[in-house]
């Protein structure tokens, strides 16, 4: 693969992945392990494939700190399941649950629990500055079923510096754009879900872990069998064929990251990253960051220009992420609802691509000031 040529891949998702995992995957391809077969053909009933989601699923555990009362499941129907998933299995003692209003992701959360008869209370929102920043509920409390907070907000770049505190209230976190980016205590939260296309593995795989006492045999009524958490941790996510490949990679994602220093390390390398970009930004004349300081996601950076009139800006964002491409910096377009641009750094981006990026930022706003 000496020839190969690799783009920074600055996509929000799915995103790139470790070189050393793809290049793993690739001499393991034909024959994996000398079973004679890719991990895409086996059985997942087979002696070959049973040890490989259990080394995904021991990995998780190891690197996550997971307590012995949670489960880990690998299910599919990506994130978006999972608004639908956490209502129909958490919300069934009082019907209500309170949502912390963050931008697409937490909303469209918000909108499915309601869609299924969900009692939602948004109890707090940062929607009067374009959710450009996290609200400050430290405590929270009522007769809710659950609380529920996206921990790491992917299209707008902002990402909680605090847990809330929920005393009894099982809280949940999507954690799809920055699991495993840093240190989490898991023992704060009742349910955590990633869809795997951010920091795991490819698309199609959506790891959960969820509090043993929380896996309910009476989810609410008309809840599909599939829909039901317990189908899944009673089958050791095997009730159906399980994304075998990308639980197989993301296997092989954790022992890169446990190999290059665990949790800790790749913590620091995201802090890094983003410290430069973000003081870049900070510092220039031509671009700024959207998100405001204490609020600032490590994954996901969104930013403009200091074009104000917005023709303008449309056609220079245009220019920019077009002449980026042409420089090997791909996918830096902003989220179509939002617009401008995004860098996502995601846990697999290398130093050497945010540098890159900078360069390329500084000779487009030196050629267009
Ligand atoms: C990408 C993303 C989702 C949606 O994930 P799908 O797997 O596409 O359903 C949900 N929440 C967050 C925070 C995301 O970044």
New binding site residues.
Partial sequence: MSDVKRVFNFS??PSCLPEEVLKECAAEMLDYQGSGQSVMEMSHRSSVFEPIIAHAEAQVRKLMNVPDNYKVLFLQ?????QFAMVAQNLGIRTGRAAYIETGV?AK??AEEARHLGIDVDVIASSKDRNYSYIPRVEKISGDYDYAYI??????MGTHYEYIPDTGSIPLVA????CILSEPLDVSKFGLLFA?A??NLAP?GV?LVIIREDLITDAPRAGTPTMLCYKTHADKGSMYNTPPCWQIYVLGKVLDWIENIGGVKEIHRRNVEKADLLYNYLDASAYYHATAEKGSRSLMNVPFLTKETDPDKAKALNKEFVKAAEAAGLMNLAGHRLVGGMRASIYNAMPLAGVQALIKFMDEFAAAHQ
């Fill in positions: 929000a998702g129907g990506g994130g978006s399941t992701w469209k959360a996206c921990l790491n907000n992917t299209i999507d954690i799809s754009s869809g296309q951010k698309a959506t």
